[in-house]
């Protein structure tokens, strides 16, 4: 499998645990991903998760971004705050493929706690990894581009 883009995955300390068989199972099916949880001493809140993700994301360094804290929600919402990223909160395969193929998400969020297991989550996130953006939605990428310049 495997994957030529660049992933960055961060999480705040609460969860960091929780998630190292997720990252190791991605890392395993051949991605490229950095963890920016191990590269930073003590990563902090999760609002300091999302900006390393979004900061990587807005440089064009990575091409998709992944953040976990234990609900999803607060990365989430930190990481939209962001020019240029478009962050989906999902639990489950089908709203994460849904993030990209209709909404051309580039940064998925989820919850450590949500999570049944590792495999679980990997393949969800895998799954939002091998979808693309379909283009039928213009009314929607437009919605986007005017949320995106107003704010």
């Given at each position: 499998m495997g994957s030529k883009m660049k992933i960055?995955?961060?999480?705040?300390q609460a969860i960091s645990q929780m998630i190292k068989g997720t990252i190791?199972?991605?890392?395993?099916h051949g991605y490229e991903i950095t963890?920016?949880?191990?590269?930073?001493?003590?990563?902090g809140e999760f609002?300091?998760?999302?900006k390393i993700v979004s900061e990587g994301i807005q440089s064009g360094e990575y091409q998709r971004g992944i953040l976990f804290c234990g609900s999803g929600i607060g990365v989430c919402i930190a990481a939209n705050k962001f020019h240029g990223v478009r962050a989906a909160l999902a639990y489950d395969i089908l709203p994460a493929?849904?993030?990209v193929?209709?909404?051309n998400a580039?940064?998925?969020?989820?919850?450590?706690?949500?999570?049944?297991?590792?495999e679980k989550c990997?393949?969800?996130?895998?799954?939002?990894?091998?979808?693309?953006?379909?283009?039928?939605?213009?009314?929607?990428?437009?919605?986007?581009?005017?949320?995106e310049q107003q704010f």
């Open positions: 960055i995955i961060a999480y705040d190791a199972i991605l890392k395993d963890d920016a949880g191990a590269e930073k001493e003590a990563i609002t300091s998760s999302a493929a849904l993030s193929i209709d909404n580039n940064v998925l969020c989820t919850g450590a706690w949500t999570m049944e297991s590792d990997a393949k969800m996130i895998e799954t939002w990894l091998m979808v693309g953006y379909n283009n039928r939605d213009e009314k929607g990428m437009k919605c986007i581009e005017m949320i």
